[in-house]
């Protein structure tokens, strides 16, 4: 019976329905939806609809959560008629759902295929640090439930948290598969859908080793999964696993293909919940080009890292980037600079 009280307390602090969370629709003019689960994680998808099919760009977490997006599909959109779905990278919160679009083809760069490939070589392991994570995760927050005042956000959101884990471990447990594209490209592909183009860019190494731009130019929206081109490009970066060298030459080149194609960016679609403008992603692409273009010039003079950091603190060449995250301290955003400032110097080649 506590579980059954505790399964209540959480439907009522979030509101849901007993198979829920659902997607939050929001429509970017007639033929683009981004679905948004709100709360733990943030997650976006974002789904096409053009004359040769449905493009789906990130497929969520999991096979339920790939079933929803369907049938958000079909009631939005009257068809669900997918023809590509499409990975930013090879993370599961992204990827996860592709199984549930069998009849479609998936596409990724390169790099994303191969760690999906071997991720599906190796899915017993895989599943099996999965969701030992999920449950560490749950009792964290049912730990944060307890402590939580009845009908606060605290409450909300940790029920949130435990109601989306508990389903992602269920679907770990009953007939999860890692599914990787079988459709790959290198650098750039271009898709062809009759009324609008889909351009894919790989982004080069950052938070993963397969990031791509995804760019419908008829629409003006660009969707660039987990980046993360706030501050918290600093921290995507720092946490993000990469591994060798990054090819920062290959960023700016990717960016200045999008924001130079003649065609105005309306929207900029981040992974996790954030909808920005054209204008809020091209002053971020000019920071990494100055810090970029700085670091290269302290370097080819040879200053020290330490008098190079001096010489691009936020203070003394980036006053305005302070503005970008009013919630992030000062002193927690200046060391995610100068951390930026390191990683640049380490891969200047």
């Known amino acids: 019976m506590a579980g059954v009280a505790l399964l209540a307390l959480e439907m009522a602090a979030v509101g849901q329905r007993p198979d829920g969370p659902w997607p939050r629709v929001r429509r970017l003019g007639d033929r683009v939806l981004v679905l948004t689960l ?33 049938e958000i599909a079909r009631r939005e959109l009257g068809r669900d008629d997918f023809v590509y779905v499409i990975d930013t990278h090879d993370d599961w919160d992204h990827t996860g759902g592709n199984q549930a679009f069998a009849e479609a083809t998936i596409i990724g760069q390169r790099r994303c295929y191969e760690a999906l490939k071997l991720q599906r070589q190796n899915q017993g392991e895989e599943v099996a640090k999965e969701k030992a994570w999920a449950d560490e995760e749950t009792e964290k927050a049912r730990a944060a ?13 940790a029920a949130n948290a435990l109601t989306r884990l508990r389903r992602y471990a269920d679907d770990l447990a009953t007939g999860f598969a890692v599914t990787p594209p079988n459709l790959v490209f290198e650098d750039r592909l271009l898709l062809d859908l009759g009324d609008l183009t889909v351009r894919l860019l790989y982004f080069g190494r950052a938070h993963k080793e397969g990031d791509s731009l995804v760019f419908v130019p008829e629409e003006g929206l660009l969707m660039t999964g987990d980046l993360g081109f706030d501050a918290g490009i600093i921290t995507q970066i720092e946490g993000g696993r990469y591994q060798g060298p990054l090819d920062i030459a290959h960023w700016l080149a990717a960016l200045d293909e999008v924001l130079g194609s003649g065609t105005a960016v309306t929207h900029v679609v981040e992974g996790h919940a954030s909808i920005e403008s ?30 190079a950091a001096r010489e691009l603190s936020l203070g003394a060449a980036f006053p305005d980037v302070k503005s970008w995250t009013p919630t992030v301290e000062p002193a927690e955003l200046a060391r995610r600079h100068d951390r930026l400032i390191r990683i640049f110097w380490e891969n200047v080649r």
């Open 38 to 70: 709100d709360g733990w994680q943030r997650d976006n998808t974002v789904i096409i609809a053009s004359r040769r099919g449905l493009v789906l760009v990130d497929a969520d977490t999991s096979q339920s959560y790939g079933r929803q997006i369907r």
């Open 145 to 157: 439930l307890n402590k939580a005042a009845p009908g606060s956000d605290a409450a909300a959101n």
């Open 278 to 307: 054209g204008e809020w992603l091209a002053v971020r692409a000019a920071y990494l080009r100055r810090l970029w273009e700085g670091v290269r010039s302290a370097r080819a003079r040879g200053v020290s890292i330490d008098e």
